[in-house]
Antibody
Framework: QVRLVQSGAEVKKSGASVKISCKAS????????ITWVRQAPGQGLEWMGW????????HYAQKFQGRVTMTTDTPTTSVYLELRSLRSDDTAVYYC??????????????????WGQGTLVTVSS | SYVLTQPPSVSVAPGQTARTTCGGD??????VHWYQQKPGQAPVLVVY???DRPSGISERFSGSNSGNTATLTISRVEAGDEADYYC???????????FGGGTKLTVL
């Protein structure tokens, strides 16, 4: 059974950083990419970027360039999302998801399956 | 950048058929995926590549895609189908995914 299990909720002050983990199981870890999506309260889905686990090369959404880092630790089959210089509008549930149909460099037609359970990050001033 | 447009809400009575759309420029040329998100839960893939269902998804869920509109159809709607539904494509020009704004399905 393919599963993605994320770390627990976080409360951070403005200006701080947060690092969320996503542990994969039930499949060959390095053969799929992982992506991150966030959802602010009452809002839709916002894509943040994806990480090739074949070569550890990240691809970030322009909005988050310079503020986000996605990394992997193959021995523990875990992927990490770090977001820096947090602001109140970063308050959201952050999801990891496995990307199906990606090469090491591109994901034409890719879908998100499955998703992690989500991690609530609350940023207070 | 590529934009996907979904109606904010759709309402249907139990046992009836619900249809929700996802509009985009020549979306018929792209693979469209649909996700169901119930309150407080993570999204779940219910239809992929326009019309295929993942293992474990009810056959009541089906999809189509042509021209500028993709459609998710839910037959014999049940109270448990009440959720937000999001469409998604991969925009090859920008090399990133695009989500629609989501449609809230209400079962009357």
């Amino acid at each position: 059974q393919v599963r993605l299990v994320q770390s627990g909720a976080e409360v951070k002050k403005s200006g701080a950083s947060v690092k969320i983990s996503c542990k994969a199981s039930g499949y060959n870890f390095n053969t799929y990419a992982i992506t991150w999506v966030r959802q602010a309260p009452g809002q839709g889905l916002e894509w943040m970027g994806w990480l090739s686990l074949y070569n550890s090369h990240p691809h970030y959404a322009q909005k988050f360039q310079g503020r986000v880092t996605m990394t992997t630790d193959t021995p523990t089959t875990s992927v990490y999302l770090e977001l820096r210089s947090l602001r109140s509008d970063d308050t959201a549930v952050y999801y990891c998801a496995r990307l199906v149909r990606c090469s090491s460099t591109a994901c034409p037609g890719a879908r998100f399956d499955p998703w992690g359970q989500g991690t609530l990050v609350t940023v207070s001033s | 950048s590529y934009v996907l447009t979904q109606p904010p809400s759709v309402s249907v009575a139990p046992g009836q058929t619900a249809r929700t759309t996802c509009g985009g420029d020549n979306i018929g040329r792209k693979s469209v995926h649909w996700y169901q998100q119930k309150p407080g839960q993570a999204p779940v893939l219910v239809v992929y590549d326009d019309r295929d269902r993942p293992s474990g998804i009810s056959e009541r869920f089906s999809g189509s895609n042509s021209g500028n509109t993709a459609t998710l159809t839910i037959s014999r709607v049940e109270a448990g189908d009440e959720a937000d539904y999001y469409c998604q494509v991969w925009d090859t020009s920008s090399d990133h995914p695009v989500f629609g704004g989501g449609t809230k399905l209400t079962v009357l």
